[in-house]
Structures are given as C-alpha cells and as structure tokens.
C-alpha cells in the first residue's frame, strides 16, 4: 500500500486524513500549529517536522492549506516537499487556490520528476469528516489513475476535470454556484419570514422540489438555529472570492451576479464576522430587510 503524507490538518485536513487512516493508508502528518497533529499521532499516524520530512517519508503527498502562498511554500519553500520528494512522488494539492500559480507549481514539481495533482474538494467539514467530499481532479490522467484509492477514501464524487490547473478552475466555478446559491437561501428565508410564513414548514417545503439544494437543506437549517458557527469560514470564502475575480479577469470574463455575491461578504468581514460560517450572509439580508430571522 502507498505511503502517504499529509500536511495541514485544519477544519478539512483533520477529517480527510483521518480517513486515510481508517482505510489502512501508512500516514505521515506535519502542521504548522503541532497541536493539530496530536489526534492523529494519537490514532497511528507518524509525525514529522517540515513538509521535506513528510516527503522523505511518502509516496504520495496530499497538502491542503489557506492559501496560493501557503501551497508554495509548503511544496517549494526552503524546507518544502520538492526538497524530499523522489522521483516518481506524487504531489496533491487539495487547497483552493490559483489556477495559474497551480500550473506554475506543476511545472517546477516536474523539474524534479515529481507529478502534481490539483484536486480542490467541496463538500465542508461535514464531507470532510464522513469521507463524502466532492473532489474535482486536474494532472496527469494516469496519476490521476494511481492516486484513486486514495480519492475514494476522502470524497464520493471524483472526477477527472482534465490537464493542469483545471482541478482549480472547477472548483471555483464550484465556489461562484455556493455563494449564490447561499444568498439565495439567505434572501429566500427572510421573505419568509418578513411574510410571516412558518420557516420550518417553509424549509420543509421547498427542499424537495426543484429549489432543493445542499446549501438550503445544511445551511437553510442552521439559519432557522441561529447557528452561524463555521463549517467553511466567512474569511475563507472571501479568499476564493478574489481567487474567482482574478481568473475571471484572465479570460474577460464579467461575473455580474458573483460581484453581488462578494460585496455582501465583504460586508460581514466589516462587521467583524469574518470567522463566522459562510451562512452568515444572514446577517447582510436581515440589515437590508430591516428585520430578524430568527
């Protein structure tokens, strides 16, 4: 069986690794705040110090972390993996991060005879947890091929998008439908609410029809909680955000409904909710409807 390793054990890390472990993977973790690493050691996991290490020690090295900066310095940075990886290691990216510096990364990881994958998940820390991601795949098809036991230990839904970088490009083509679509759940429930309706019969009602979605069913139920705790953050949604703009501003492409979409999150980050969940945008619906949810 491949040796894999796995750097950042955050709100998505901690549970796809876990998973690995489940399914018999050998496991090395490393993570910049130690302490994430101790549930994991803890389960049978080995640790190690620096992303070089996780590398010496793998076949298969998967890394999701913040951030296009953060992915290359994990994989390129003075102790990052391209310093431990042999050839024939295969890199994962699950981050979400630029296309472009994607495909520029790919490129030096091959220098060295090292394939990369960019496969960015959806799915939240539910998904991460239950090994029910959505994982949307770019490289090398039969990396891609070699690296599917792994895949399946993590996500339900894989799919090879095609060459390098595109993995990212789904996956924000993902993150625009999940920010409208949140809005929409947002807006949609406080017209109910501003009308009088009851909001669980109302949840109830239009989730089994052709409104029926992921977000309204997860996050439409969270709302009539008052539950606004992060399973996707408020300041990480904002980062893809930028992510999206910059690419679409690559191919001259106008995102008209997406624009909305960024202004009412930049609203929460100004309102000092930016470590909220996603479904927070609540709070930007409820100031323009002069109102309260719940």
């Known amino acids: 069986m491949k040796r894999v390793g796995f750097i950042g054990l955050g709100f998505m890390g901690g549970g796809m690794s876990m998973n690995?472990?489940?399914?018999?993977?050998?496991?090395?973790?490393?993570?910049?705040?130690?302490?994430?690493?101790?549930?994991?050691?803890?389960?049978?996991?080995?640790?190690?110090?620096?992303?070089?290490?996780?590398?010496?020690?793998?076949?298969?090295?998967?890394?999701?972390?913040?951030?296009?900066?953060?992915?290359?310095?994990?994989?390129?940075?003075?102790?990052?993996?391209?310093?431990?990886?042999?050839?024939?290691?295969?890199?994962?990216?699950?981050?979400?991060?630029?296309?472009?510096v994607t495909r520029r990364i790919a490129e030096e990881l091959g220098k060295k005879g090292v394939r990369m994958l960019d496969a960015p998940v959806s799915g939240g820390d539910i998904g991460a947890r239950r090994g029910t991601l959505s994982i949307m795949v770019g490289g090398d098809a039969e990396a891609f091929k070699d690296c599917l036991p792994i895949f399946e230990a993590m996500g339900k839904t894989i799919t090879h998008v095609g060459c390098s970088g595109m993995g990212q490009t789904v996956k924000l083509c993902n993150q625009i439908l999940v920010g409208m679509n949140m809005l929409g759940v947002a807006e949609a429930l406080m017209f109910a609410a501003k009308s009088g309706v009851d909001l669980k019969s109302c949840l109830t009602a239009v989730s089994g029809g052709a409104a029926g979605s992921w977000q309204l069913t997860n996050n439409g139920a969270k709302l009539l909680k008052g539950d606004l705790e992060p399973g996707f953050k408020v300041k990480d949604y904002l980062k893809d955000l930028r992510l999206i703009m910059e690419a679409a501003a690559e191919?001259?492409?106008?995102?008209?409904?997406?624009?909305?979409?960024?202004?009412?999150?930049?609203?929460?980050?100004?309102?000092?909710?930016?470590?909220?969940?996603?479904?927070?945008?609540?709070?930007?619906?409820?100031?323009?409807?002069?109102?309260?949810?719940?």
């Open 20 to 100: 690995l472990l489940r399914v018999g993977f050998p496991l090395t973790v490393w993570n910049r705040t130690p302490s994430k690493m101790k549930l994991l050691l803890n389960a049978g996991a080995m640790g190690a110090g620096s992303p070089r290490e996780v590398a010496e020690s793998s076949d298969i090295v998967i890394d999701i972390v913040t951030d296009s900066p953060d992915v290359e310095e994990v994989l390129l940075g003075a102790d990052g993996v391209i310093h431990g990886a042999k050839p024939g290691t295969i890199v994962i990216d699950m981050s979400t991060i630029s296309p472009s």
């Open 251 to 294: 191919v001259n492409m106008p995102l008209v409904g997406t624009s909305v979409v960024q202004q009412m999150y930049r609203s929460l980050d100004a309102e000092g909710l930016k470590d909220k969940g996603t479904q927070a945008v609540i709070r930007a619906v409820e100031k323009l409807a002069e109102g309260k949810l719940v």
